[in-house]
């Protein structure tokens, strides 16, 4: 559905994105990852065909960006960092000209519209003027906008960005439902955001693009890995770290008769681990699986890189 | 075409929804006033050549404050990017909002047709000559509106942006006035430039051909200009 | 240079040069055009639209293609009047401009270009200075405005239009024509200033390249054969006092015959030149009156035009010709064989032959019993064919006035229309039909009838309505937002 090609957009000595390769497939939901500033709006605008790379090449259903903007544009709804509103215009006027701009007239253009505005929850919304609402319902509005044309692909740059947490909770659930059927990009600096709705990722910082993969893949990226926490009394840790299956074992403190492991395994070694402690008469009071979290393996990506 | 109308009713909309279509109409209106007050007593004579001539000028200093905020505005607010994301030919968002600011001047010179009949009550005006006068300030807006326009799609601050419009525009008014400056075949060579000299006949009641052209003209060059600047965000 | 740059370079490189190729065809586009440009005149008085003569005379001047330079000063500033005066000069200078590109015409403010203004030796504000060549013309301000009615209704005209047109006939003059006045009877002398002169005539037509010359056919022959000059243009008899001399008769009537126009002004109870009989020319008894006249003078009727290239110029302007004292004439019914004559000048429906009678209130009525009953013709026009007898070569023209005086000094410049009609006469006379036009065609300011007490209320209406309205909606759209 997108495809980009070592995309590079420069702002006059200063790189914003910097050779910049992947590509989505349709129905994928996936959450742009970055400190600010690392080019996410940048690379969200370019794919919008409101900005020109400065090299490379993007494609979006097909259509190069360049070449055929009127294709793209048809096809890609899109919410800008702050939601596009005319603060003197009410919300129903609003929408009416957003389904006039994407070529909806009479009939079609106020079923749109009112469907659009069942869809983020606006109804009984149409008559307030734009300027007055507050942040969480312009978001919607802006939102609205973005899907009024049921477009194949949604890109949203921060959409929950200043919303209160119920109101980000709320923008959340409408996400992962319209993920449900189209393409959806979604760029953020909160990583449970992604955590919560894209099954896949991609971390960008400084203008690069760092990593990309599912949650799980990113994870393993981290420099800790998995690892798993076991509480065991009866054993020495060389004990165990001799048993086949695991890699290596750590001490990682004593609680009475207790000891803390941190185990480490090419495969999960919990079954392992059980069995061994039944066969041997050990003590067995906790054994847990660690992930590390997506915090870890942003700051862990990043810094190892940068 | 159907843009330009979804264009040209949203500006619309949003001229008046807002205050400063309203405040616009009457400091306007109240300059007209005085114009035309001050033309019947200077002259005593049943036309609205003072009032058409200094209007024209004075529309140079108008127009761009009317058009400033269209490109300015938007890009401030962000909903140039929904505007240039959409689906919708750039042209067609150019000669929308053109066509809406010509639309609030034709409301603002429908506001003065108080004077024609108040001429008509006291005296017995040419009306072939005031017909030809409102066209020639009809056709006076069409073209600052264009080139306001184009100062409002170069610059993102919008007092810039009327300040650079009138810059753009006095150019063309003093060129009439060249004369007393600059050799006479200079000034003979540039006054086809000139403002003045191509409204002149439409104040005596004289449709011209070249008049027409030259209008045409401008505008059509300032709003191909709008056009090609916004534009040259997609290749800049 | 990557593909996208070259893309981006070719887009912008190509928009560029689109943006810069666009203004050069307007620009191209311009130059082209202009020497097509159409001009349509919505005014009613189509004030912008140079006269036919006027016109007829620039083309002239193109062809000869030397350049004519125009410059009109501007009026002392003033009140109102110099704010019409300059405007009315600058707009005739722009018309004249436009409409040749061999005359070039500017508008010149006197106060501020002197140096414009010594170089021509122009010392007087509102002149107007016309070059062609060597040549050159000045136009005063009493050439070109003229102030008509009283109080109230006292108006200015703007006479510049006419002013310049015979200035471009006075450069243009290499072929003038000689026009001879007869004398020796009485007749009106074309020197003389006096109201009974035709000095103002001889002006006139020397605008129009004709020279006016005294004719006396006895004495101008120094005792050889007297005969009409062969430079003659056309030979005027205007008011003789005694009858003309069967000699001098006979030789106007072969000069009438070789193709020879004359002109005859008879006035009412005066000597009436037997060769009228020859054209079937009868002058009744009586004088023509009517009901419609200049007044307060009862022997002043206001002619009506009739359908003919003379008068043609001055019914659409309807400018009035004076005349006073108008004999009636007749012309034969049926008419001579070969003479084809035409009414120049007639009474309305109410005019009549006044033959005597009582006068009531010191004027005179139509009284059945013995005046005739109009309308009376006041001026004709003969043409005669070779089937007259009278002719021996192509078509002989003849014009006989009832009235000598509407082309004296004493009412030539006073009327209105006399000048056209006197000029337009000769020309139609000498064959110049396609030079007749009206000479002066005068524009007057619509004025405001208002008083101080009118403007003070209005006012408030023009200054203040607009404004309060646009405020009061405004201020309604805003409160009706308001909370929403």
């Known amino acids: ?306 | 075409m159907k843009f330009v109308f979804t264009m040209w009713k949203k500006e619309l909309r949003s001229y008046f929804v807002s205050p400063i279509a309203y405040v616009f109409l009457a400091a306007y209106l109240l300059i007209a006033g005085l114009f035309f007050y001050l033309g019947v007593t200077l002259t005593g004579e049943a036309s609205l050549r003072v009032l058409a001539g200094n209007l024209a000028i004075t529309q140079i200093f108008v127009l761009p404050m009317l058009t400033m905020r269209h490109f300015a505005e938007e890009r401030r607010q962000g909903t140039l990017e929904m505007l240039l994301t959409a689906p919708i030919p750039l042209w067609a968002i150019v000669v929308g909002k053109w066509a809406a600011s010509v639309t609030l001047c034709a409301i603002m010179f429908a506001g003065t047709l108080v004077f024609p009949a108040v001429l008509a009550y006291y005296g017995d005006p040419d009306w072939g000559v005031m017909l030809t006068s409102y066209l020639g300030l009809f056709a006076v807006a069409c073209a600052f509106c264009a080139a306001g326009l184009f100062s409002s799609s170069l610059l993102d601050d919008q007092m810039a942006a009327g300040l650079i419009g009138a810059v753009i525009l006095v150019p063309f008014w003093l060129v009439g006035r060249a004369e007393a400056l600059v050799p006479d075949e200079w000034a003979d060579r540039v006054r086809p430039l000139s403002l003045l000299y191509h409204l002149d006949s439409f104040n005596r009641g004289v449709l011209d051909s070249m008049d027409i052209y030259y209008f045409v003209a401008f505008t059509a060059v300032f709003l191909f200009l709008t056009f090609r600047s916004l534009e040259s965000r997609r290749w800049r | 240079m990557n593909r996208n740059l070259q893309r981006r370079l070719a887009t912008g490189s190509n928009a560029a040069l689109v943006a810069v190729i666009m203004v050069l065809i307007v620009v191209f586009g311009y130059v082209l055009l202009e020497p097509f440009r159409i001009r349509v005149d919505f005014s009613a008085t189509q004030s912008s639209r140079l006269m036919e003569d006027t016109q007829n005379k620039l083309r002239i001047l193109e062809k000869d293609a030397i350049p004519v330079k125009i410059t009109a000063f501007s009026a002392q500033e003033g009140k109102k009047e110099a704010y019409f005066k300059n405007r009315q000069l600058q707009d005739l200078v722009e018309e004249i401009d436009y409409a040749s590109s061999v005359v070039e015409a500017e508008f010149v403010d006197f106060d501020r270009e002197r140096l414009t203004a010594e170089n021509l030796g122009v010392t007087e504000y509102g002149t107007v200075v016309i070059q062609r060549g060597e040549q050159r013309v000045d136009l005063k301000d009493r050439d070109l405005f003229r102030h008509v009615g009283k109080g109230a209704d006292r108006a200015m005209e703007f006479l510049g239009e006419a002013s310049v047109n015979r200035a471009f006939s006075q450069l243009m003059a290499n072929n003038t024509r000689v026009v001879y006045a007869l004398v020796g009877h009485g007749e009106m002398n074309p020197e003389s200033r006096e109201p009974d002169g035709l000095s103002d005539l001889g002006k006139a037509l020397d605008q129009e390249h004709y020279e006016l010359k005294r004719l006396d056919l006895v004495r101008d022959a120094k005792g050889g054969v007297p005969q009409v000059p062969e430079d003659a243009a056309a030979v005027i008899v205007v008011r003789p006092r005694v009858q003309i001399p069967a000699l001098e008769q006979e030789l106007l009537l072969a000069y009438l015959s070789a193709g020879g126009p004359l002109l005859f002004a008879v006035d009412p109870g005066g000597v009436i030149p037997e060769i009228f009989g020859r054209f079937g020319v009868a002058v009744p008894e009586g004088m023509v009156l009517d009901k419609l006249l200049v007044f307060p003078f009862p022997d002043r009727p206001v002619p009506r035009y009739r359908n003919h290239p003379i008068t043609e110029a001055l019914a659409s302007e309807t400018l009035v010709t004076l005349v006073s004292g108008v004999a009636p004439l007749q012309a034969a019914v049926p008419p001579r064989e070969g003479i084809r004559s035409a009414t120049l000048l007639e009474t309305s429906r109410d005019g009549w032959i006044e033959r005597g009678g009582e006068l009531k209130g010191g004027n005179a009525l139509f009284q059945p019993e013995i005046d005739a009953a109009g309308p009376a013709t006041m001026a004709l026009t003969l043409e005669l064919g070779r089937d007259s007898g009278l002719v021996n070569r192509g078509q002989g023209r003849v014009i006989v006035l009832g009235d000598s005086d509407m082309l004296s000094n004493s009412l030539l410049t006073e009327g209105p229309g006399n000048l056209s009609f006197g000029v337009n006469a000769l020309r139609w006379l000498v064959g110049d039909d396609g030079r007749l036009s009206v000479s002066g065609r005068p524009s007057a300011v619509r004025k405001l009838a208002l008083t101080e007490e009118d403007l003070g209320q209005l006012r408030w209406v023009v200054i203040g309505l607009g404004p309060l309205l646009a405020m009061m909606v405004g201020a309604a759209v805003w409160s009706s937002r308001r909370g929403r």
Not at chain 1, 29 to 36: A, D, E, Q, S
Not at chain 1, 84 to 105: D, I
Not at chain 1, 124 to 147: D, I, M, P, T
């Open chain 1, 1 to 306: 559905m997108i495809d980009v090609q070592h995309l590079t957009k420069s702002y006059g000595p200063r790189l914003a994105v910097d050779d910049v390769s992947f590509s989505i497939g349709k129905g994928e939901v996936v959450g742009f990852l970055g400190p600010n500033g690392a080019g996410k709006t940048t690379t969200m605008r370019i794919l919008t065909g409101f900005l020109p790379a400065t090299g490379g090449d993007v494609k979006v259903a097909g259509f190069d960006v360049f070449d055929e903007p009127m294709q793209v544009k048809r096809r890609v709804g899109y919410l800008p960092e702050s939601p596009p509103l005319y603060p003197e215009l009410t919300v129903g006027t609003y929408l009416e000209f957003a389904a006039e701009l994407r070529g909806f007239y009479g009939k079609e253009r106020l079923k749109r519209v009112g469907r659009v505005m069942e869809q983020v929850g606006l109804v009984g919304w149409e008559g307030r003027v734009l300027g007055s609402l507050s942040k969480g319902y312009r978001q919607r509005v802006g939102l609205a906008q973005a899907l009024v044309h049921e477009p194949e692909v949604l890109i949203l740059d921060e959409p929950t960005s200043g919303l209160d947490p119920t109101q980000v909770m709320g923008m959340r659930e409408l996400m992962r439902e319209l993920a449900a059927t189209r393409t959806v990009i979604l760029s953020t600096h909160i990583l449970g955001e992604v955590e919560a709705i894209c099954p896949r990722a991609m971390l960008i910082a400084g203008g690069k693009l760092r990593a990309s993969g599912t949650i799980a893949e990113l994870r393993e990226q981290a420099p800790g890995g998995v690892w798993y926490y076991l509480e065991v009394a009866g054993a020495q840790d060389r004990e165990v770290g001799a048993l086949a299956g695991v890699q290596m074992v750590e001490p990682l403190g004593i609680d009475g008769d207790f000891a803390k492991l941190r185990v480490r395994a090419p495969a999960d070694p919990r079954e392992l681990l059980f069995r061994a402690a039944a066969a041997k008469g050990w003590r067995v009071r906790a054994l847990e699986q660690r992930l590390p979290s997506l915090e870890e393996a942003f700051i862990g990506i990043v810094g190892r890189e940068g």
